[in-house]
């Protein structure tokens, strides 16, 4: 974490697209009359996709104006939240590499050299190609695959500085990737396959079904 | 009430106490940083940790409530400790984290010897450091001209972004970032538009916000303290003046519940520089040149008796301005009387209030402590927010608690709270009066509604027929007994007092505005300014001017002879306030040069004119005083005047004009010639003139 500041380069204005306004409304609309203000992240979370992943001034300041609240009030919630980009990201891919413990402990370290040497030496700077920008963040949640990166929704997991590489690369060629865990296993269960209750003496009836979806096993009478 | 026991001794407390209430209450000092009184509880600077008996950890006492105390198992009272091992070591922790990045800067900061942090790291702290690492360095912010920002020293109380956005109603202050980068700043470092921003001084518990123009310039044991009254405007707040040796250093408020709590405006607060600027110090004679020339004030008075001499009463006159206190204008009477004239007026803004109405008719009838419990507010022709900034932040704090309908009529301005505009012209307020707005309902159904009438709605010449309309608004209705809603909102710190002695036009004779219209026309030959200079000097014809006063403005510069007077903060006197309070100016520095203060000049006067006035000190002409005008001798006292007086005010019947109000304050920071001294009036001034023009784009 650094201080954040605004971004030096600032658009001339900023209004909500036809759709994105809708959407607005509708957020706003979820909170009781008085009340909009609640509605501000919502609301400072279209206005960042609609330009292109970072927020502006003005449109900071055409939120607050939405809401009927100060500037710095809003101002407030757009510095304190890290989902909130103050400068601009990467076209492509704003690669934020977790850098809490447990990825530390399994390379994150390495992630970011990667980071610093094919994006940009600092955070939160768009590389020469204007393509990716890189930033550490705190926990994302998917320790058991440490580590890891998010890339807007999706989040890349067991990475090595190989797969890490490969992915920049095809990202950058604007080949398909996929999401979820970069070696061979299914989201966070055992890498090489399960290692415990493999002993089939301990199911006296059938094997329990192979798992799909998220969906709960039928109970057996 | 519910029982407590705070370090063994059992206190009775309301429920909606919180701890630290409490333990004061009980007599136990609990040192915080973030907790305020009179702004909302924050909790976040952990300083006032006490022990609770039954909770596992100790808990912030601001941020906890009496009545979620648990009692014993045998319905024992629950026990606070403020002086267990457990609390000490707490607070030593928390100390120990706000020094962590607190610099050891004592020594070149302005809050050195009166610092929240110096005090309690004294008096609560240890005697050593155990982090050796590098301090967080922060960006000094631009906040404006009044408040210098040192971030480096801010512990994040965040009682200046509480302020602002609770009491000023300006909220321009807020805390970017999170956690060890959190930082205080407004939006994009504009300047605070706040005309009590200076409050964030007082404040700040460390010296991250200090007052600029007093930057440097003092340390607070060096200082001599005067507790005097401000007279900026005509709420007389409680000042504490602040000199070292003949100069005024700075001016702080001091706690008056009844008046101004404890907050006063910019301009009471930074107009100091203002009292050392544009000084008139000796006598001036305008001479045969047509130039002032300095003189002695044998020649001054001699000039003066010459001009007197065998004139007819009724051909001289006088007009006392804004900042004179009652007093002088008590002798000035006098002396006018001796002289024959009975013209003489203290409403140099020729404002209709009668002082034969009785005093019902020009004072704040339901006191400005009223505000706290009035159920609907009406304001007429006024701007609260210039015309007594402190008045306003009081109207807003009583709008914050609970519903308040407020009513205006006149210049919809941002008062910091909301209103229904009603109109802007007298009709609207006759529509009012005849219950033909809805806003009349609310009115008429309030047990304490508060009518306040600005001097734009009086300096006018339909003036008594409006103050007639607001008395049968403020009588219509079922009020609580004694409950006189009638408010009159004065903009001059001297007009009360003024009024309370009578310092208005004998009968037939000359108000301020003839005097200076047959002055024009040399029907009038001799005209006494006492500190008036906000009469249009330059039509005053030939006639031969008698400026006595402080500052060179308006006044002096007609004038043909000046008679140096001292400044509010240079005398003793008398000021009334807008709720009739007598309250009592004490000297705290020295006029400057030959300056004297302005009761000794008058009664030196008298005594060249050939009718001594019949007292030799200060004590004597207030005694003089107090002996004419009883209540004037009641210190800090208010005499309530009930709603008797309002039947007489509503049943004048005069003619109602067509004109739309105007606000009488153009310029908050330009109000009087102290002000108009000021190099930083000057400067908010031109910051507010700029966002004017800015916002009317």
């Known amino acids: ?221 | 009430m519910t029982l407590l026991k705070v370090n063994g001794t059992v206190v009775d407390v309301p429920p909606e106490y919180t701890l630290l209430q409490a333990c004061e209450a009980a007599g136990a000092e609990v040192p915080r940083f973030c907790y305020h009184e009179r702004l909302s509880i924050a909790g976040n600077c952990r300083m006032c940790l006490v022990e609770l008996k039954g909770s596992p950890k100790p808990v912030a006492s601001c941020a906890w409530a009496v009545r979620d105390c648990r009692p014993g198992p045998n319905g024992e009272p629950p026990e606070v400790n403020t002086r267990t091992k457990p609390v000490k070591k707490a607070r030593e922790g928390v100390m120990e984290f706000l020094l962590i990045n607190h610099p050891l800067d004592c020594p070149i900061c302005d809050q050195g010897g009166e610092c929240d942090l110096q005090d309690q790291a004294m008096a609560y702290g240890i005697d050593h450091n155990r982090y050796a690492e590098n301090k967080r360095a922060v960006e000094d912010k631009y906040i404006g001209p009044l408040v210098k920002t040192s971030m480096n020293r801010c512990i994040h109380c965040t009682r200046c972004v509480r302020f602002s956005a609770e009491v000023a109603g300006v909220p321009e202050l807020g805390a970017t970032g999170r956690g060890e980068d959190m930082e205080i700043t407004t939006y994009l470092e504009s300047a605070m538009s706040s005309e009590l921003q200076g409050n964030v001084i007082d404040l700040c518990p460390v010296g991250a916000l200090t007052s600029k123009p007093y930057a440097f310039q003092a340390r607070p044991w060096e200082l001599i303290k005067t507790e005097t009254i401000d007279a900026m405007d005509a709420v007389g707040s409680n000042i504490r003046v602040d000199t070292r040796g003949r100069e005024v250093m700075r001016i702080l408020p001091r706690l008056n519940e009844a008046v101004n709590e404890e907050w006063i405006s910019d301009k009471t607060r930074f107009v100091w520089d203002g009292l050392r600027t544009q000084r008139l110090d000796r006598p001036y004679l305008r001479g045969d040149s047509g130039r002032l020339e300095p003189a002695s004030w044998g020649a001054a008075f001699g000039a003066i008796a010459n001009a007197v001499g065998g004139r007819a009463g009724a051909r001289i006159g006088a007009i006392a301005g804004d900042l004179a206190t009652t007093e002088e204008m008590f002798a000035l009477k006098e002396l006018m009387a001796s002289l024959g004239s009975g013209n003489i007026d203290c409403r140099q803004d020729g404002a209709t209030l009668d002082p034969a109405l009785g005093r019902a008719s020009y004072v704040f009838n339901p006191t400005l402590a009223g505000i706290d419990v009035a159920d609907a507010i009406l304001i007429i022709g006024s701007n609260p927010r210039h015309e007594a900034s402190v008045l306003n932040a009081r109207i807003r704090k009583r709008w914050r608690r609970a519903e308040l309908q407020i009513g205006l009529v006149g210049v919809p301005v941002d008062l910091t709270y909301r209103y229904e505009h009603i109109g802007a012209g007298p009709d609207s307020l006759a529509q009012l009066a005849a219950g033909d707005h809805s806003f009349a309902q609310v009115l008429k159904a309030a047990k304490r509604p508060v009518v306040i009438v600005g001097q734009g709605a009086l300096a006018r010449a339909d003036g008594p027929a409006i103050l007639a309309l607001a008395a049968q608004i403020a009588q219509d209705g079922e009020r609580d007994a004694g409950w006189n809603g009638l408010a009159i909102l004065h903009t001059a710190a001297a007009r009360v007092g003024g009024l309370d002695v009578g310092f208005v036009p004998a009968a037939g004779a000359m108000s301020a505005s003839d005097m200076v219209r047959e002055a024009g026309a040399g029907t009038l030959d001799v005209l006494f300014l006492l500190g008036a200079d906000e009469i249009d000097a330059t039509a005053l014809g030939d006639a031969f001017v008698v400026y006595i006063g402080s500052h060179g403005d308006a006044g002096a510069q007609r004038a043909n002879v000046i008679l140096p007077g001292a400044a509010y903060t240079e005398k003793s006197g008398t000021l009334v306030n807008t709720e009739g309070r007598v309250q009592r100016l004490k000297r705290a520095a020295f006029p400057p040069g030959d300056a004297r203060e302005d009761w000794a000049i008058v009664r030196a006067l008298s005594d060249v004119l050939g009718n001594r006035l019949p007292f030799d000190s200060f004590g004597e002409l207030r005694a003089r005083m107090v002996a004419a005008h009883p209540h004037l001798g009641v210190e800090d006292g208010v005499m309530p005047e009930g709603p008797e007086a309002l039947g007489a005010l509503a049943s004048v019947t005069a003619r109602l004009g067509k004109a739309r109000f105007e606000n009488p304050i153009r310029d908050f920071y330009f109000t009087n010639p102290i002000a108009r001294a000021s190099a930083v009036m000057a400067e908010c001034s031109a910051l507010a003139a700029g966002r004017m023009a800015e916002a009317a784009e």
Not at chain 1, 19 to 41: D, H, M, T, V
């Open chain 1, 1 to 221: 974490m650094a201080v954040r500041r605004l971004a030096e380069q600032q658009p001339e204005g900023f209004v909500f697209d036809p759709q994105n306004l809708a959407r607005a409304q509708r957020e706003i609309a979820k909170y009781p009359p008085g009340r909009q203000q609640s509605a501000i992240i919502g609301l400072l979370w279209e206005a960042q996709n609609q330009n292109g992943g970072w927020l502006s001034e003005p449109a900071i300041r055409y939120v607050a104006e939405m809401l009927d609240m100060a500037y710095i009030r809003a101002l407030e919630v757009a510095t304190f939240y890290t989902m909130f980009n103050l400068h601009p990201v990467g076209t492509v891919a704003h690669i934020q590499v977790c850098g809490t413990t447990p990825c530390m402990l399994r390379g994150s370290e390495a992630l970011m050299d990667i980071c610093r040497h094919r994006i940009h030496h600092d955070q939160d700077h768009p590389s020469a190609d204007g393509k990716f920008s890189w930033i550490e963040v705190e926990c994302a949640g998917t320790c058991v695959n440490a580590p890891m990166v998010q890339i807007g929704s999706q989040v890349f997991e067991d990475l090595t500085p190989e797969t890490f590489n490969r992915l920049i690369d095809d990202l950058d060629a604007g080949r398909p990737v996929t999401p979820g865990p970069q070696v061979a296993r299914q989201l966070s269960e055992p890498e090489g396959g399960p290692t415990t209750l493999t002993d089939p003496s301990l199911y006296p009836g059938e094997p329990a079904p192979a798992r799909k979806g998220t969906g709960r096993a039928k109970k057996k009478d």
